[in-house]
């Protein structure tokens, strides 16, 4: 499966960002889908996730309340909602994708990143 995450851009603290994970290859609806942010001089860390079937979301502490995973099978599509932007969520976000029910944090397709720049 293909992954292209789009969606990213400047926004200014308490401003909103939808970010859009689209996948073409395969039916991206029997795949668990996970978004990650990479900031400057930091590790990767997991954002949040959807697993196939919705019934399994998670998301990291920091996010909740705050960022919303949701998908649309029927376009391919998997979305962060991103309310609330504080200067600390800026980053390049990555999407990624995996066979597996509950692949935690280790998925194993993934899709370039896209920029959240969030300014103070």
């Known amino acids: 499966v293909q992954l292209q995450a789009s969606g990213g851009g400047l926004v200014q603290a308490g401003g909103s960002l939808r970010l859009t994970c689209a996948a073409s290859?395969?039916?991206?609806?029997?795949?668990?889908v996970g978004w990650f942010r990479q900031a400057p001089g930091k590790e990767r860390e997991f954002v949040a996730s959807?697993?196939?079937?919705?019934?399994?979301?998670k998301y990291e502490d920091s996010v909740k309340g705050q960022f919303t995973i949701s998908r649309d099978n029927a376009q391919n599509t998997v979305y962060l909602q991103m309310n609330s932007l504080k200067p600390e969520d800026t980053a390049v976000y990555y999407c990624?994708?995996?066979?597996?029910?509950?692949?935690?944090?280790?998925?194993?397709?993934w899709g370039q990143g896209t920029q959240v720049t969030v300014s103070s």
């Open positions: 959807i697993s196939w079937g919705n019934r399994y979301i």
């Open positions: 990624a994708a995996d066979e597996r029910y509950n692949p935690g944090t280790e998925f194993y397709y």
């Open positions: 290859g395969r039916t991206f609806s029997s795949y668990s």
